[in-house]
């Protein structure tokens, strides 16, 4: 990755967690708030596939380690596991549709806060699984899709991918 590229992809990231912690943290929607950081690894695998995807989703979760009372490491893991589990999936593969990058953020950010919870209560963290969740994981989940297409391209300039037609549309696998 050149000097220039590495730039951009640092500035998106500084940027995105900037956004997290100065506006995100404080916007409360029914006690929740959302998590921009989630929403990088997935745009990344969309767009650049499951290696850069689990690849910005290391970075992006141990960033936001930095600032959660969970187990150091926990957002990493699950961060890196969503981007490469998006970017497995290959969206191109639903016909690319506008709608397909809304809807695989969405069920990509529930998929994740799950995780998150269930891993943190499975290394001790029991209090992650809590009457509240449900709200998290919606509260999330919707924010990061309604997002995930203008993330998207921001992804795509990061990567200097491109223009794209359309916000949805992910690179394809030079191997097909």
């Known amino acids: 990755m050149s000097a220039l590229l590495r730039g951009r992809v640092v500035l998106l990231v500084a940027v995105v967690?900037?956004?997290?912690?100065?506006?995100?943290?404080?916007?409360?929607i029914r006690g929740a708030h959302p998590d921009l950081m989630l929403l990088l690894p997935i745009a990344f695998g969309l767009v650049?596939?499951?290696?850069?995807?689990?690849?910005?989703?290391?970075?992006?979760?141990?960033?936001?380690?930095?600032?959660?009372?969970?187990?150091?490491?926990?957002?990493?893991?699950?961060?890196?596991?969503?981007?490469?589990?998006?970017?497995?999936?290959?969206?191109d593969r639903l016909g690319g549709g506008w709608w397909v990058t809304p809807l695989t953020a969405t069920v990509a950010s529930a998929a994740g806060v799950l995780l998150y919870a269930g891993l943190g209560a499975a290394v001790g963290e029991g209090q992650m699984l809590h009457e509240h969740l449900a709200t998290i994981t919606i509260v999330v989940a919707v924010v990061n899709g309604l997002l995930a297409p203008p993330t998207v391209r921001l992804a795509r300039w990061a990567m200097d991918l491109g223009r794209s037609s359309s916000w949805s549309t992910p690179v394809r696998?030079?191997?097909r």
């Not at 967690?17 to 409360?28: C, D, K, N, V």
Request: no cysteine; charged share 10%.
């Open 173 to 175: 696998s030079p191997m």
């Open 48 to 91: 650049a596939g499951a290696e850069r995807g689990a690849a910005m989703g290391f970075v992006a979760g141990l960033l936001a380690d930095l600032f959660v009372g969970t187990p150091f490491g926990l957002s990493a893991l699950v961060f890196t596991l969503v981007g490469f589990a998006v970017g497995m999936g290959e969206g």
């Open 17 to 28: 967690l900037t956004a997290q912690e100065a506006l995100m943290a404080g916007l409360r």
